[in-house]
């Protein structure tokens, strides 16, 4: 019995605690590694960015280039120019400890003073304001890659150089007009050490700085440094010197410097710049060769830096509500003294548990679940755009086809009309439409040679160099008007001789393979759409040898060329334009790498998307899960330009496509949960129709039985036990109707609780522990002056109790005139008894009988068995037993009961109880006993008789654990300063 009881506890603490609790730990797990992931990939985000302001703010010609940008475009917007200018110039100088020499000219070319360092060479500062307004007037009208502006600065140089620096090329001209990051200042040699210089002109000043950087110094770092410290006080930023790190003792220094030099030194290694520590998040990059910037922060200032930590402070404040509302649980049953749980309740709990566990378990696996498909979705997503974006890029192919096809039709009346003759001025209008027929860039025309005859241009913006294709019309028109037996002689040829030592020509025609089919190969070169390296430049070309083809009398080359960029963003551009039309929500964009302009919906974050392509540019791939564009949230996915080499690549989808993926799937996972509850409820409904309705009838029945209703009847309709059971509590109640009848008989047999006659006073009561009690007492006058008093204990309780007390009571009534000798009422009833043991009705009564003289106090008693009266005098100062022996009633043919004689004092007290009084036992397994019962008799005393019984009787109470028997008290006063009629009669 024991070992089951055992297990059955084992089992309920594994059930209802050790799973719950495992599953919880679980559930907690994932949720806070999954946060903390999350928390730690946005912590690492915002340390990169942090990271590329001090790179590009570590490069001191573009940071004094942003510098001095902002001051002349704040000066331009100010209507007081030169004040403005003043001021600005004097912040810069007083936060700025690097060395700065600035000229300024007004809008007549004359020098402000005020604003002028340079105080000498008045005629040479004349000559180069002229100069820089030039310059800038021909970038801003031709654009940065103008040929008219190299050429103009490279023709007044050299006169220059002595103060802007003798290796400065043209194009450096060029740096501080550049957009965003790749604007600059002109890194100079001048022989005044003032290494960068900056200009830039409008309608109302021109400026032109030098400045002198000190070294070792990054006045742009430690600016955007103090600014992120100052806007985010959780992450750390800052610089190493690794030239200095060889002198700080670690040894000696915090845990926060190991940390730091330690994963330094592992980053030098690995090139790894997200490191992770115990305490601390840790990110660098590599500033310049010496510098490295750094971000740092710790854990403690993240919500889940300790996932673990967290869970366990979570999983104590758990343990600690929940055993802090058992522990008030327990105190209130405790105070109350009431440990019942009903089955209800029981039922509830039950509920809980059996949805709360697999509700649990399906959290516990969904939440990884989810998890793990958001990323599964997002990399089919990523992987499906990148594969649409390669067969956008991978088209360039077929379009170049296409194109080359069109350019041979478009030229077929070009090729008729020049048939005989070299094409002239005439034929420029038609080279003009198809200049913009095919959206090219250049047409041009050289004769036999190698001038140019005919040029047409789309822009001002000169392209194609000049040298490589006279060369190539040169060498293709000699070679084209060659038959193959004069083959042998275009070896020797001074010309040829001169192009085979010439790179572009080893690209066009490989030399080693010149044979009989070299014509056949040349001629195969030309008319078609290829990529040639003419100088530095790319440029996509188709050449034409026009002339007579079938006399082999050829006059003139065709070169048509595009822009690379131009050619890959038109077809990009109509590759985008016409999947953006299709329906559907994935949409394309595009980005060129030189002009850094958009293709494409820009929406509302063009710079946001900028910035994301341009860092594709040299990359394989780009996947950012999170960017918002037109005001929602979107995927993106960036890819560089395999063909279109010139391009980046981008598709977005809105991040709802995902969403609404993962809400299906949560929306199935709650309705399986839903499912689940159902039938759980379902369940538990059956089981309360089953069991808890039973209960609960025969619950409402017992209480309607204990407030004395006997006709009411249970309805339980089950074809089970619970159906028995209310048919047996039907027929049982009705048992207990008669039982109630008895209960009122026997009450009624009971004198009145109050009784006073002459000089004596009574007062006594009953307390049954059932419907029918075994105690009995009885008093009654026998004539003017005496009273007679009965007190009988039956042994047991209920309806045999009742038939012999009520037996009893008949008895005495019929031997009335026996009242004077108490052993002779005593023995009657001995007789009466012993018979009825005949009869089966076996019950041994203890009694005793008392006649009073009412006047005189004068007492005779006979005891059979019963307990010791007690005889209280002095007003409770003294109580003793009047031991009075005898046999029990019924047990014995023969009796053995005398009579004895005392006398009660005025004021004495005679108590007769029932064997409950002194049988009390207490929690300590305690008998109340003859001695406390006498101390108590004292202690207690009263005038008042009820008072007097109250206080014994809860007493007695007070001690006992519980109350198992009858208890019966008589208390008799003997008084005869009072006087008294007689209050009851039998």
């Given at each position: 019995?024991f070992?089951?009881?055992?297990?059955?506890?084992?089992?309920?603490?594994f059930?209802?605690?050790?799973?719950?609790?495992?599953?919880?730990?679980?559930?907690?797990?994932?949720?806070?590694?999954?946060?903390?992931?999350?928390?730690?990939?946005?912590?690492?985000?915002?340390?990169?960015?942090?990271?590329?302001?001090?790179t590009?703010?570590?490069?001191?010609?573009?940071?004094?280039h942003?510098?001095?940008k902002?001051?002349?475009?704040?000066?331009?917007?100010?209507?007081?120019?030169?004040?403005?200018l003043e001021?600005?110039?004097?912040?810069?100088?007083?936060?700025?400890?690097?060395?700065?020499k600035?000229?300024?000219?007004?809008?007549?070319?004359?020098?402000?003073?005020?604003?002028?360092?340079?105080?000498k060479y008045?005629?040479?500062?004349?000559?180069?304001?002229?100069?820089?307004?030039t310059i800038?007037?021909?970038?801003?009208?031709?654009?940065?890659?103008?040929?008219?502006?190299?050429?103009?600065?490279?023709?007044?140089?050299?006169?220059?150089?002595?103060?802007?620096?003798?290796?400065?090329?043209?194009?450096?001209?060029?740096?501080?007009?550049?957009?965003?990051?790749?604007?600059k200042?002109?890194?100079?040699?001048?022989?005044?050490d003032?290494?960068l210089?900056?200009?830039?002109?409008?309608?109302?000043?021109?400026?032109?700085?030098?400045?002198?950087?000190?070294?070792?110094?990054?006045?742009?770092?430690?600016?955007?440094?103090?600014?992120?410290?100052?806007?985010?006080?959780?992450?750390?930023?800052?610089?190493?010197?690794?030239?200095?790190?060889?002198?700080?003792?670690?040894?000696?220094?915090?845990?926060?410097?190991?940390?730091m030099?330690?994963?330094?030194?592992?980053?030098?290694?690995?090139?790894?710049?997200?490191?992770?520590?115990?305490?601390?998040?840790?990110?660098?990059?590599?500033?310049?060769?010496?510098?490295?910037?750094?971000?740092?922060?710790?854990?403690e200032?993240?919500?889940?830096?300790?996932?673990?930590?967290?869970?366990?402070e979570?999983?104590?404040?758990?343990?600690?509500?929940?055993?802090?509302?058992?522990?008030?649980?327990?105190?209130?049953?405790?105070?109350?003294?009431?440990?019942?749980?009903?089955?209800?309740?029981?039922?509830?709990?039950?509920?809980?548990?059996?949805?709360?566990?697999p509700?649990?378990?399906?959290?516990?696996i969904g939440?990884?679940?989810?998890?793990?498909?958001?990323?599964?979705?997002?990399?089919?997503?990523?992987?499906?755009?990148?594969?649409?974006?390669?067969e956008?890029d991978?088209?360039?192919?077929?379009?170049?086809?296409?194109?080359?096809?069109?350019?041979?039709?478009?030229?077929?009346?070009?090729?008729?009309?020049?048939?005989?003759?070299?094409?002239n001025e005439s034929?420029?209008?038609?080279l003009?439409?198809?200049?913009?027929?095919?959206?090219?860039?250049?047409?041009?025309?050289?004769?036999?040679?190698?001038?140019?005859?005919?040029?047409?241009?789309?822009?001002?913006?000169?392209?194609?160099?000049?040298?490589?294709?006279?060369?190539?019309?040169?060498?293709?028109?000699?070679?084209?008007?060659?038959?193959?037996?004069?083959?042998?002689?275009?070896?020797?040829?001074?010309?040829?001789?001169?192009?085979?030592?010439n790179?572009?020509?080893?690209?066009?025609?490989?030399?080693?393979?010149?044979?009989?089919?070299?014509?056949?190969?040349?001629?195969?070169?030309?008319?078609?759409?290829?990529?040639?390296?003419f100088?530095?430049?790319?440029?996509?070309?188709?050449?034409?040898?026009?002339g007579d083809?079938?006399?082999?009398?050829?006059?003139?080359?065709l070169?048509?060329?595009?822009?690379?960029?131009?050619?890959?963003?038109?077809?990009?551009?109509?590759?985008?334009d016409?999947?953006?039309?299709?329906?559907?929500?994935?949409?394309?964009?595009?980005?060129?790498?030189?002009?850094?302009?958009?293709?494409?919906?820009?929406?509302?974050?063009?710079?946001?998307?900028?910035?994301?392509?341009?860092?594709?540019?040299?990359?394989?791939?780009?996947?950012v899960?999170?960017?918002?564009?037109n005001?929602?949230?979107?995927?993106?996915?960036?890819?560089?330009?395999?063909?279109?080499?010139?391009?980046?690549?981008?598709?977005?989808?809105?991040?709802?496509?995902?969403?609404?993926?993962?809400?299906?799937?949560?929306?199935?996972?709650?309705?399986?949960?839903?499912l689940n509850?159902?039938?759980?409820?379902?369940?538990i409904?059956?089981?309360?129709?089953?069991?808890?309705?039973?209960?609960?009838?025969?619950?409402?029945?017992?209480?309607?039985?204990?407030?004395?209703?006997?006709?009411?009847k249970?309805?339980?309709?089950?074809?089970?036990?619970?159906?028995?059971?209310?048919?047996?509590?039907?027929?049982?109640?009705?048992?207990?109707?008669?039982?109630?009848?008895?209960?009122?008989?026997?009450?009624?047999?009971?004198?009145?609780?109050?009784?006073?006659?002459n000089?004596?006073?009574i007062?006594?009561?009953?307390?049954?522990?059932?419907?029918?009690?075994?105690?009995?007492?009885?008093h009654?006058?026998?004539?003017?002056?005496?009273?007679?008093?009965?007190?009988?204990d039956?042994?047991?309780?209920?309806?045999?109790?009742?038939?012999i007390?009520a037996?009893?009571?008949?008895?005495?009534i019929?031997?009335?005139?026996?009242?004077?000798?108490?052993?002779?009422?005593?023995?009657?009833?001995?007789?009466?008894?012993?018979?009825?043991?005949?009869?089966?009705?076996?019950?041994?009564?203890?009694?005793?009988?008392?006649t009073?003289?009412?006047?005189?106090?004068?007492?005779?008693?006979?005891?059979?068995?019963?307990?010791?009266?007690?005889?209280v005098?002095?007003?409770?100062?003294?109580?003793?037993?009047?031991?009075?022996?005898?046999?029990?009633?019924g047990?014995?043919?023969?009796?053995?009961?005398?009579?004895?004689?005392?006398?009660?004092?005025?004021?004495?007290?005679?108590?007769?109880?029932?064997?409950?009084?002194?049988?009390?036992?207490?929690?300590?397994?305690?008998?109340?006993?003859?001695?406390?019962?006498?101390?108590?008799?004292?202690?207690?005393?009263?005038?008042?008789?009820?008072?007097?019984?109250?206080n014994?009787?809860?007493?007695?109470?007070?001690?006992?654990?519980g109350?198992?028997?009858?208890?019966?008290?008589l208390?008799?006063?003997?008084?005869?300063?009072?006087?008294?009629?007689?209050?009851?009669?039998?």
């Amino acid at each position: 019995m024991f070992f089951k009881k055992l297990f059955w506890q084992i089992g309920a603490i594994f059930c209802f605690a050790v799973i719950p609790a495992v599953l919880l730990n679980e559930v907690l797990s994932e949720i806070l590694f999954v946060r903390h992931e999350n928390e730690v990939e946005e912590v690492f985000n915002e340390m990169d960015k942090n990271l590329s302001l001090m790179t590009k703010y570590s490069d001191n010609p573009h940071y004094f280039h942003l510098l001095l940008k902002n001051i002349f475009e704040k000066t331009t917007k100010s209507q007081k120019t030169f004040e403005t200018l003043e001021i600005e110039i004097n912040e810069l100088k007083k936060n700025i400890p690097n060395e700065i020499k600035i000229v300024t000219w007004d809008k007549n070319g004359q020098i402000v003073e005020k604003l002028t360092d340079l105080k000498k060479y008045r005629y040479f500062l004349a000559k180069l304001h002229k100069y820089l307004t030039t310059i800038v007037r021909i970038f801003k009208k031709d654009g940065l890659e103008s040929n008219t502006a190299i050429d103009f600065i490279e023709k007044d140089i050299k006169t220059f150089r002595p103060l802007i620096g003798k290796f400065i090329q043209a194009k450096d001209f060029k740096l501080p007009f550049m957009p965003e990051e790749h604007g600059k200042c002109i890194i100079a040699d001048s022989k005044n050490d003032f290494q960068l210089v900056w200009f830039n002109s409008n309608e109302e000043l021109t400026m032109l700085c030098f400045i002198k950087p000190i070294e070792g110094q990054t006045p742009g770092i430690d600016r955007i440094i103090k600014i992120l410290n100052q806007n985010n006080d959780k992450i750390e930023n800052g610089i190493i010197d690794i030239n200095e790190i060889k002198s700080v003792s670690i040894k000696n220094s915090s845990s926060k410097t190991k940390d730091m030099l330690l994963e330094l030194t592992k980053y030098e290694n690995s090139a790894f710049s997200h490191r992770t520590t115990k305490d601390r998040l840790m990110a660098f990059k590599l500033l310049t060769p010496n510098l490295r910037g750094y971000c740092i922060m710790n854990k403690e200032n993240m919500q889940t830096g300790y996932p673990i930590q967290r869970k366990n402070e979570l999983l104590t404040k758990i343990a600690a509500i929940i055993f802090l509302f058992l522990f008030l649980h327990y105190c209130y049953k405790k105070v109350n003294g009431n440990n019942f749980v009903s089955i209800k309740t029981q039922t509830a709990l039950l509920f809980l548990y059996a949805n709360g566990l697999p509700l649990l378990i399906l959290c516990t696996i969904g939440y990884e679940h989810v998890q793990q498909y958001e990323k599964a979705i997002l990399r089919e997503t990523h992987k499906n755009n990148e594969k649409m974006l390669r067969e956008i890029d991978s088209g360039l192919a077929h379009h170049k086809n296409k194109l080359s096809k069109k350019t041979q039709d478009e030229f077929e009346l070009i090729f008729k009309n020049t048939k005989h003759r070299t094409p002239n001025e005439s034929d420029k209008s038609e080279l003009k439409r198809l200049l913009n027929v095919l959206n090219a860039e250049e047409i041009n025309v050289y004769n036999k040679s190698g001038n140019s005859i005919i040029s047409c241009k789309a822009n001002d913006k000169i392209i194609s160099p000049h040298e490589p294709m006279r060369f190539f019309t040169l060498s293709t028109l000699k070679l084209a008007n060659l038959d193959e037996n004069s083959a042998e002689q275009l070896k020797n040829d001074e010309t040829i001789g001169k192009l085979k030592r010439n790179t572009l020509w080893k690209e066009v025609v490989n030399l080693d393979r010149f044979n009989s089919s070299m014509l056949q190969h040349a001629t195969n070169l030309v008319g078609k759409l290829g990529v040639f390296n003419f100088g530095t430049e790319k440029l996509l070309c188709m050449a034409y040898i026009l002339g007579d083809k079938d006399n082999r009398k050829f006059n003139s080359v065709l070169f048509l060329l595009w822009s690379m960029e131009k050619y890959q963003k038109g077809y990009i551009e109509s590759q985008i334009d016409k999947r953006n039309s299709q329906p559907g929500n994935l949409r394309f964009m595009a980005m060129t790498a030189k002009e850094k302009s958009l293709i494409g919906d820009k929406g509302n974050n063009y710079n946001k998307v900028i910035s994301i392509l341009s860092k594709s540019l040299n990359t394989q791939t780009t996947h950012v899960n999170n960017i918002e564009l037109n005001g929602e949230r979107n995927i993106l996915t960036a890819i560089p330009g395999s063909q279109n080499d010139q391009i980046t690549l981008c598709a977005t989808l809105p991040a709802k496509i995902i969403e609404a993926k993962i809400y299906d799937l949560k929306f199935q996972m709650g309705m399986l949960a839903l499912l689940n509850f159902i039938i759980v409820t379902a369940v538990i409904t059956t089981l309360n129709r089953q069991f808890i309705s039973p209960v609960h009838e025969l619950s409402c029945a017992v209480n309607e039985i204990n407030s004395q209703n006997y006709e009411f009847k249970t309805n339980i309709a089950n074809n089970d036990e619970f159906g028995e059971l209310g048919k047996v509590f039907n027929q049982t109640s009705e048992g207990l109707s008669e039982l109630a009848v008895g209960k009122i008989v026997q009450q009624a047999l009971l004198p009145e609780s109050r009784h006073k006659r002459n000089n004596i006073e009574i007062f006594g009561k009953t307390v049954t522990m059932t419907k029918l009690g075994g105690d009995y007492f009885d008093h009654f006058p026998i004539s003017d002056s005496f009273t007679g008093v009965l007190m009988g204990d039956v042994a047991g309780h209920g309806i045999p109790a009742a038939i012999i007390m009520a037996i009893a009571k008949a008895t005495i009534i019929l031997n009335k005139n026996k009242a004077k000798n108490p052993a002779e009422i005593l023995l009657s009833l001995h007789n009466t008894l012993y018979t009825l043991k005949k009869s089966n009705l076996k019950r041994m009564l203890t009694c005793q009988f008392i006649t009073i003289n009412d006047i005189t106090g004068e007492c005779t008693i006979s005891n059979s068995g019963h307990c010791y009266p007690v005889i209280v005098s002095d007003k409770g100062k003294n109580a003793h037993f009047k031991e009075v022996i005898g046999t029990p009633l019924g047990i014995t043919k023969k009796l053995k009961c005398n009579n004895y004689d005392f006398v009660l004092k005025p004021k004495d007290t005679l108590l007769l109880y029932t064997d409950c009084l002194i049988e009390a036992v207490n929690a300590k397994n305690e008998a109340f006993g003859p001695k406390r019962l006498l101390k108590s008799l004292e202690e207690l005393w009263n005038e008042d008789l009820e008072i007097y019984y109250q206080n014994i009787f809860n007493n007695n109470r007070a001690w006992s654990k519980g109350v198992d028997d009858d208890t019966t008290i008589l208390l008799i006063r003997f008084d005869p300063n009072q006087t008294g009629e007689e209050q009851n009669n039998v």
